[in-house]
């Protein structure tokens, strides 16, 4: 989207080709010809960027002694405008053959040669050039450093378009230009090759391009192809809560994505990350799963099949289990498959249902657990835990949500009566300050973090605050660089300032809010040198955020898991919900709350009920109204009547006995739980696992029936995005051999057990669903369109539904917003002399959870292949330790090698763990204490040792 100036009131009113035209005040020529349907052909323009004027293609006569850019220049009263003279057309053609004297051929650009989008070529078509007749002068290279983009610098004519995409669109700052005169082209960085400089292959250069100069590389061996022979879908992207909405475009001869592309939505604006344009091969691997397996008699007693985290074989037959390490990360198929037999799907479907029911009837309700899937539909999602709550009578149903936002849920039920967000991260365009806390957002939500780097270009005060120096520390007005698990502290130490200086809203606090006196007793003793002590935040800059904040006139905090991801993390919310709350900052346009969802459809998944305290639109499962409501709505009439488990509880239960029996739909818990070891061992005791996935993941190999399910690339389905949009995804691909839809085996399994579904389609599960959901009302399959719709949504058919939320009341009982006041706690594990440094864990830009997916990708295991611990240069230097070196990370729970990243962005005595790569599981080293009120681990803080490591010897 092209950042544009503040809507001017006024018209003007000209003359293009002698028709009358009123356009906007402020319009270009360019904008109001186009509004007008005259067409005027350009090059170094493209809507979506700032105009710079450099081309002269689009060149108008406006009766001036020269032609003026109709790109730059605006629209005035009375101007007649001729935009298509012989003269005006005779210049473009000379520009044309200018341009095209020293381009490669036409069959040698690759744009031309693959997508046919070259638009160079296509006005050399238009004004009759022919450019292989033109002598050449070629030598400016090529660059193929990068995995996944070819630079072909004779390509380029220096229209700036990627430059303007990298900077003010994607905010990367990466592009800028090198050289004199006819030595001039496009650069990377300080001119370093595009592989080695901070380029993070985002493609939105790609997309930008003109001509040939930059384009995308196939991935692995599929070709790219012009997209008229090609199938083009519309859906969303597989991985981050911001759900871009793209484009696959399929070769259908081959059942293969050729390439993808960004498409215009209000929260993408076509924009992608490396993952969204480059990782969608995984579900072409050759490692699909394809069959149903059944574990072989010989296998038990069960346990991790292939090498595990810490080297060790746990499980298989006895004759297997001898020391090893192997490198690589996935689960070793020759080792696990041997372990399992192909068996039909009535086969498998009829274990799954008799063992389910089996150790129901001996165990009671208490005795089975589901774990569902934020990737799922929400469809799916639905289906799942009215299977469990309706088929096994119990609540026990949860979903990676407990490992992500589960916290700050919990706090905003208790503040405002809704986990969702109050408002859009778009929103933070009309904000005067933003603060951005505990999220790596450049890595996990990269679209979303476009918004903020370019609001702030647009004069949003961005104030950081993370442990790390993320990138977007680089983009931060104010940057806090906290200490681990002092964010109470810090934020109750701004509160004080903010009452001191009488910064509050008192009219918000008398008419919107209940508890101020309580919160206002509570940070009266965070005075800012006492918040300096313990979060180590300068006194000073405590108070000047906190003077920037009280006096903007709209505030928006965006938060990320290392807020939620804490013993503290339901007090670390509470908080930032009473900092927005004391100042008015909720239900006005640029304020408000947002914890940015992690998954894909985690908003949609916990919105549909799988959560074990919650039904569907999040009704009490311990309300008997709400029970009664759910039983008439299902035709049943034994629901329990009494909250479930939770993630971490159900593994706590497994070890004890308590669950035994679990079907995993899509989790791989084994990975993304704390503590693997006491994992591993809850798994290994269940009497029975089903696990439908499409990979043999780590906790398939404790499985008793494996069930191959469908990639999102291969059903339909909706998905509700942070911002609460629902999207419509649409089918992609054929699934291989016979994997199944996931809607469809949980109804098979569903039947099995007697309870009679009859579901034709996910749009007939959307109806049922929006009939329980009243927060859905109005959404269907036929109005949510190409770009879906925000919820609540009175009008669908005209409305993109409601970005700001609780503008007259809050969701409480009472409408009111409850202030809950937190006293700060220090972690549960402090460093000590054995263990002195703070571990915090969390993604990596290419990666996504446990890494099943995008290390299945080729692009993004390219990019990002190996597990690595991020170390202060002085801590390295103190340990011995250089950049690339192996080191050994040692918790009280466990121990991994990986190799060592010096990184600046670290604080001394910290250091951060991707926790996507099985052979060093960073949650082999975490601790599994739990928030009291969210439930959810400390994933953040943990104490370890670091020093160097040992390697040994392969086995072969
Ligand atoms: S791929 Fe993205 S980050 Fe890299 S140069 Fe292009 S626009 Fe910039
Ligand atoms: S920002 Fe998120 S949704 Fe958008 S392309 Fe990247 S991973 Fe996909």
């Given at each position: 989207m092209a950042i544009t100036a503040p809507d001017r009131t006024g018209t003007v009113t000209l003359t293009i080709d002698g028709h009358e035209v009123t356009a906007a005040e402020g319009s270009t020529i360019f904008q109001a010809a186009k509004a007008a349907g005259v067409d005027i052909p350009v090059l170094c323009h493209d809507e979506r960027y700032d105009p710079v004027g450099v081309c002269r293609m689009c060149v108008v006569d406006v009766g001036a002694p020269a032609f003026a850019a109709s790109c730059v220049r605006a629209c005035e009263n009375g101007m007649d405008v001729k935009t298509a003279t012989p003269e005006l057309e005779r210049s473009r053609a000379v520009l044309t053959e200018m341009l095209l004297s020293d381009q490669p051929g036409r069959e040698h650009d690759p744009k031309q040669a693959t997508t046919g989008d070259n638009e160079l070529l296509a006005l050399a078509d238009r004004f009759g050039v022919t450019p292989d007749a033109l002598p050449r002068a070629f030598g400016r290279g090529t660059d193929l450093s990068s995995p996944v983009i070819a630079v072909d610098h004779d390509a380029c004519i220096l229209c700036d378009r990627c430059v303007r995409a990298c900077d003010d669109i994607q905010g990367n700052d990466v592009i800028g230009r090198s050289g004199k005169g006819y030595a001039t082209r496009i650069a990377f960085d300080l001119n370093d090759p595009m592989g080695n400089s901070s380029c993070v292959s985002c493609g939105e250069c790609v997309a930008a391009c003109p001509t040939g100069a930059l384009t995308n590389k196939p991935i692995r061996t599929i070709p790219i192809r012009p997209r008229t022979e090609l199938d083009a879908v519309d859906t969303v992207c597989p991985y981050c809560g911001v759900g871009c909405a793209l484009t696959y475009y399929v070769d259908r001869e081959h059942n293969a994505i050729s390439f993808a592309e960004g498409r215009e939505q209000p929260g993408s604006h076509g924009r992608l990350c490396v993952k969204g344009r480059y990782g969608w091969d995984y579900a072409a691997?050759?490692?699909?799963?394809t069959t149903p397996l059944i574990r072989r008699e010989a296998s038990y007693p069960k346990g991790a099949l292939s090498a595990d985290v810490s080297g060790e074989m746990t499980g298989g037959a006895p004759q297997e289990r001898r020391r090893r390490r192997k490198p690589g990360g996935l689960v070793d198929y020759a080792e696990v498959l041997p372990h399992f037999r192909e068996a039909t799907w009535d086969e498998a479907l009829d274990l799954v249902a008799r063992r389910l029911t089996e150790i129901h009837a001996v165990g009671g309700p208490a005795a089975i657990a589901g774990f569902g899937s934020a990737k799922c539909s929400n469809e799916e999602a639905y289906l799942f835990q009215k299977l469990i709550r309706t088929g096994f009578h119990t609540n026990n149903v949860d979903h990676c949500t407990r490992l992500c936002h589960a916290s700050s849920v919990a706090a905003l039920f208790e503040g405002i009566g809704s986990g969702a967000v109050s408002t859009t991260y778009g929103d933070v365009i009309n904000a005067d300050v933003a603060i951005v806390t505990g999220s790596n957002s450049t890595a996990n939500h990269p679209v979303a973090s476009s918004f903020f780097k370019q609001a702030r270009r647009l004069g949003t005060t961005i104030i950081y605050v993370d442990p790390r120096a993320d990138k977007m520390a680089d983009h931060a007005d104010i940057y806090c660089q906290l200490k681990p698990g002092t964010d109470v502290a810090f934020y109750n130490g701004i509160m004080h300032e903010i009452i001191r200086l009488d910064l509050v809203d008192h009219d918000y606090i008398a008419t919107r809010t209940s508890g101020y006196e309580a919160l206002a007793r509570t940070v009266r003793n965070y005075p800012p040198e006492r918040a300096e002590q313990i979060s180590g935040i300068p006194a000073d800059v405590i108070r000047r955020v906190a003077r920037v904040w009280g006096e903007a006139g709209a505030g928006v905090i965006f938060w990320g898991m290392g807020i939620s991801q804490h013993t503290t993390g339901t007090d670390n919310a509470r908080c930032l919900i009473a900092l927005c709350a004391i100042t008015g900052n909720i239900g006005r346009p640029g304020s408000g709350l947002h914890p940015l969802r992690g998954q894909n459809n985690v908003q949609g998944a916990s919105d549909m009920g799988l959560i074990p305290m919650f039904y569907p639109d999040y009704a009490k499962a311990d309300d008997p109204g709400v029970k009664a409501r759910f039983e008439q709505a299902w035709g049943t009439s034994d629901l329990d009547p009494k909250r479930g488990l939770t993630v971490t509880e159900i593994i706590g239960s497994a070890l004890k006995g308590g669950v035994r029996g679990m079907y995993m739909l899509g989790e791989n818990p084994f990975l993304s739980d704390p503590n693997i070891n006491k994992v591993r061992k809850a798994l290994a005791a269940l009497e029975f696992l089903v696990v439908q996935d499409i990979f043999l993941t780590e906790t398939a190999e404790f499985a008793d029936v494996i069930l191959p399910a469908s990639s999102y690339l291969e059903k339909d389905g909706t998905y509700t995005n942070t911002d609460r949009r629902v999207q419509l995804g649409h089918k992609v691909l054929d699934s291989p051999g016979q994997a199944r839809l996931d809607w469809q085996v949980v109804q098979d399994i569903a039947n099995r057990i007697g309870l009679g579904w009859d579901y034709g389609s996910p749009r007939e599960v959307f109806d049922e669903m929006v009939s329980v959901i009243p927060s859905y009302a109005n959404l269907s399959y036929d109005n949510l369109g190409k770009t879906g719709k925000l919820y609540p949504n009175p009008d669908p058919e005209h409305g993109d539904g409601t970005v700001v939320m609780f503008g007259d009341r809050f969701n409480t009982n009472d409408g009111l917003a409850h202030l809950v006041p937190a006293e700060w706690l220090p972690a549960k594990e402090l460093p000590s002399e054995e263990y002195p440094f703070v571990l915090n864990t969390g993604r990596m830009l290419e990666h996504w959870h446990t890494g099943s997916m995008t290390r299945r990708s080729y692009a993004l295991d390219a990019i990002a292949p190996k597990a690595l611990v991020f170390v202060h240069p002085d801590d390295a230097a103190a340990l011995g330790l250089a950049d690339g070196d192996l080191a050994r990370v040692t918790s009280r729970r466990g121990s991994i090698e990986l190799e060592v990243k010096v990184s600046h962005r670290e604080a001394r005595g910290n250091c951060f763990i991707p926790f996507h790569f099985r052979e060093a599981a960073a949650n082999l080293l975490t601790i599994d204490e739990i928030d009291p009120f969210g439930k959810i681990p400390e994933f953040k803080f943990c104490a370890v040792r670091i020093e160097p490591g040992r390697i040994e010897p392969v086995d072969a």
């Amino acid at each position: 989207m092209a950042i544009t100036a503040p809507d001017r009131t006024g018209t003007v009113t000209l003359t293009i080709d002698g028709h009358e035209v009123t356009a906007a005040e402020g319009s270009t020529i360019f904008q109001a010809a186009k509004a007008a349907g005259v067409d005027i052909p350009v090059l170094c323009h493209d809507e979506r960027y700032d105009p710079v004027g450099v081309c002269r293609m689009c060149v108008v006569d406006v009766g001036a002694p020269a032609f003026a850019a109709s790109c730059v220049r605006a629209c005035e009263n009375g101007m007649d405008v001729k935009t298509a003279t012989p003269e005006l057309e005779r210049s473009r053609a000379v520009l044309t053959e200018m341009l095209l004297s020293d381009q490669p051929g036409r069959e040698h650009d690759p744009k031309q040669a693959t997508t046919g989008d070259n638009e160079l070529l296509a006005l050399a078509d238009r004004f009759g050039v022919t450019p292989d007749a033109l002598p050449r002068a070629f030598g400016r290279g090529t660059d193929l450093s990068s995995p996944v983009i070819a630079v072909d610098h004779d390509a380029c004519i220096l229209c700036d378009r990627c430059v303007r995409a990298c900077d003010d669109i994607q905010g990367n700052d990466v592009i800028g230009r090198s050289g004199k005169g006819y030595a001039t082209r496009i650069a990377f960085d300080l001119n370093d090759p595009m592989g080695n400089s901070s380029c993070v292959s985002c493609g939105e250069c790609v997309a930008a391009c003109p001509t040939g100069a930059l384009t995308n590389k196939p991935i692995r061996t599929i070709p790219i192809r012009p997209r008229t022979e090609l199938d083009a879908v519309d859906t969303v992207c597989p991985y981050c809560g911001v759900g871009c909405a793209l484009t696959y475009y399929v070769d259908r001869e081959h059942n293969a994505i050729s390439f993808a592309e960004g498409r215009e939505q209000p929260g993408s604006h076509g924009r992608l990350c490396v993952k969204g344009r480059y990782g969608w091969d995984y579900a072409a691997s050759p490692q699909r799963l394809t069959t149903p397996l059944i574990r072989r008699e010989a296998s038990y007693p069960k346990g991790a099949l292939s090498a595990d985290v810490s080297g060790e074989m746990t499980g298989g037959a006895p004759q297997e289990r001898r020391r090893r390490r192997k490198p690589g990360g996935l689960v070793d198929y020759a080792e696990v498959l041997p372990h399992f037999r192909e068996a039909t799907w009535d086969e498998a479907l009829d274990l799954v249902a008799r063992r389910l029911t089996e150790i129901h009837a001996v165990g009671g309700p208490a005795a089975i657990a589901g774990f569902g899937s934020a990737k799922c539909s929400n469809e799916e999602a639905y289906l799942f835990q009215k299977l469990i709550r309706t088929g096994f009578h119990t609540n026990n149903v949860d979903h990676c949500t407990r490992l992500c936002h589960a916290s700050s849920v919990a706090a905003l039920f208790e503040g405002i009566g809704s986990g969702a967000v109050s408002t859009t991260y778009g929103d933070v365009i009309n904000a005067d300050v933003a603060i951005v806390t505990g999220s790596n957002s450049t890595a996990n939500h990269p679209v979303a973090s476009s918004f903020f780097k370019q609001a702030r270009r647009l004069g949003t005060t961005i104030i950081y605050v993370d442990p790390r120096a993320d990138k977007m520390a680089d983009h931060a007005d104010i940057y806090c660089q906290l200490k681990p698990g002092t964010d109470v502290a810090f934020y109750n130490g701004i509160m004080h300032e903010i009452i001191r200086l009488d910064l509050v809203d008192h009219d918000y606090i008398a008419t919107r809010t209940s508890g101020y006196e309580a919160l206002a007793r509570t940070v009266r003793n965070y005075p800012p040198e006492r918040a300096e002590q313990i979060s180590g935040i300068p006194a000073d800059v405590i108070r000047r955020v906190a003077r920037v904040w009280g006096e903007a006139g709209a505030g928006v905090i965006f938060w990320g898991m290392g807020i939620s991801q804490h013993t503290t993390g339901t007090d670390n919310a509470r908080c930032l919900i009473a900092l927005c709350a004391i100042t008015g900052n909720i239900g006005r346009p640029g304020s408000g709350l947002h914890p940015l969802r992690g998954q894909n459809n985690v908003q949609g998944a916990s919105d549909m009920g799988l959560i074990p305290m919650f039904y569907p639109d999040y009704a009490k499962a311990d309300d008997p109204g709400v029970k009664a409501r759910f039983e008439q709505a299902w035709g049943t009439s034994d629901l329990d009547p009494k909250r479930g488990l939770t993630v971490t509880e159900i593994i706590g239960s497994a070890l004890k006995g308590g669950v035994r029996g679990m079907y995993m739909l899509g989790e791989n818990p084994f990975l993304s739980d704390p503590n693997i070891n006491k994992v591993r061992k809850a798994l290994a005791a269940l009497e029975f696992l089903v696990v439908q996935d499409i990979f043999l993941t780590e906790t398939a190999e404790f499985a008793d029936v494996i069930l191959p399910a469908s990639s999102y690339l291969e059903k339909d389905g909706t998905y509700t995005n942070t911002d609460r949009r629902v999207q419509l995804g649409h089918k992609v691909l054929d699934s291989p051999g016979q994997a199944r839809l996931d809607w469809q085996v949980v109804q098979d399994i569903a039947n099995r057990i007697g309870l009679g579904w009859d579901y034709g389609s996910p749009r007939e599960v959307f109806d049922e669903m929006v009939s329980v959901i009243p927060s859905y009302a109005n959404l269907s399959y036929d109005n949510l369109g190409k770009t879906g719709k925000l919820y609540p949504n009175p009008d669908p058919e005209h409305g993109d539904g409601t970005v700001v939320m609780f503008g007259d009341r809050f969701n409480t009982n009472d409408g009111l917003a409850h202030l809950v006041p937190a006293e700060w706690l220090p972690a549960k594990e402090l460093p000590s002399e054995e263990y002195p440094f703070v571990l915090n864990t969390g993604r990596m830009l290419e990666h996504w959870h446990t890494g099943s997916m995008t290390r299945r990708s080729y692009a993004l295991d390219a990019i990002a292949p190996k597990a690595l611990v991020f170390v202060h240069p002085d801590d390295a230097a103190a340990l011995g330790l250089a950049d690339g070196d192996l080191a050994r990370v040692t918790s009280r729970r466990g121990s991994i090698e990986l190799e060592v990243k010096v990184s600046h962005r670290e604080a001394r005595g910290n250091c951060f763990i991707p926790f996507h790569f099985r052979e060093a599981a960073a949650n082999l080293l975490t601790i599994d204490e739990i928030d009291p009120f969210g439930k959810i681990p400390e994933f953040k803080f943990c104490a370890v040792r670091i020093e160097p490591g040992r390697i040994e010897p392969v086995d072969a």
